[in-house]
């Protein structure tokens, strides 16, 4: 098109320039048409520029945007679920691959690829202070790139109605400096502690031998579960139930006895424990750093 544009001015201008000796010459000419003329000649040399900067931007935009899905860039896989996220950490060495639930860390003034996954309904992942919205829509996978330039703590919320507890589908996110990520990253991938203290222990048993271990994981245990959220480091987490309820041992034995009394429709069932086990089963999950 653009070739063809040009042929065609090209035809134009030989031919008006051919007929040039026919027609009166340009000083001549009225002063209104002269004036026409210079605003006819601006505005077309306008355009022109526009177009120059314009097409010059969007190259350079391009570039920026090719440059920012470096193969360097931390990846991170969200997947949504009614009503909470998974967040894994992918790593081509297994070892280094760490899965995590309702708190994202990413490390200041890096490139972060996230991929975006649903299990069910259509999410959509946003933080208001880093991104746009972007969809998780049930069996394929969309990106986005997050490059957080200041520390900080935000809330992330889902942003696409997806049942009951949609608006309690939050997300806790720190971006820090590559120090303090490097730290999480080591703690998190750690095994889960073992029980230090008889209470503990009896907090394990509970947890295993209860309705827990089929829905959760704890890593290093024999509690294996992918409905609910991996806990293998539950108490390092700021908030409970995808940022329902703070991360404290009322909140957390008040969420295990009656979920759905702070979370109507969640998919956790009320596990009814005696006072002691409910007492021991807190204090080893609160002990899960
Ligand atoms: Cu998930 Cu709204």
Known sequence: ?????????????????????????????????????????????????????????????????????????LRVRITGSEWWWQVEYLDPDPSKQLVTANELHLPVGRA???????????????????????????????YQTITPRRTGQWRGQ?????????????????????????RWKAAQLAPARTPATAVEQQGQHVFLTSTCASCHTIAGTDAGGKVGPDLTHMASRRTLAASTLPTEPQALAQWIRDPHARKPGTNMPATDLPADQLTALVTYLMSLR
């Not at 001015?9 to 008006?16: E, F, G, P």
């Not at 931007?57 to 945007?65: E, K, M, P, T």
């Not at 933080?127 to 996978?141: A, H």
């Not at 889902?158 to 303090?180: P, Q, S, W």
Request: hydrophobic share 50%.
């Open 158 to 182: 889902c942003a696409e109605f997806c049942g009951l507890e949609h608006a309690r589908m939050a997300m806790d996110v720190t971006v820090e400096d590559a120090a303090a990520f490097e």
């Open 112 to 142: 972060t690829r996230v991929e975006l996954r649903s299990n069910d309904v259509i999410h959509s992942f946003w933080v208001p202070s880093l991104n746009g919205k972007t969809d998780l829509i049930p069996g394929r996978s969309n």
């Open 1 to 73: 098109m653009y070739l063809l544009m040009m042929a065609l001015l090209a035809w134009a201008i030989w031919r008006a320039r051919r007929r040039l000796p026919d027609v009166a010459p340009l000083t001549e000419a009225p002063a209104a048409d002269d004036l026409l003329c210079k605003l006819l000649n601006s505005w077309s040399a306008l355009i022109m520029i526009g177009l120059f900067v314009l097409a010059g931007g969007s190259f350079l935009v391009d570039r920026q945007l090719a440059r920012a899905e470096d193969p360097h860039a």
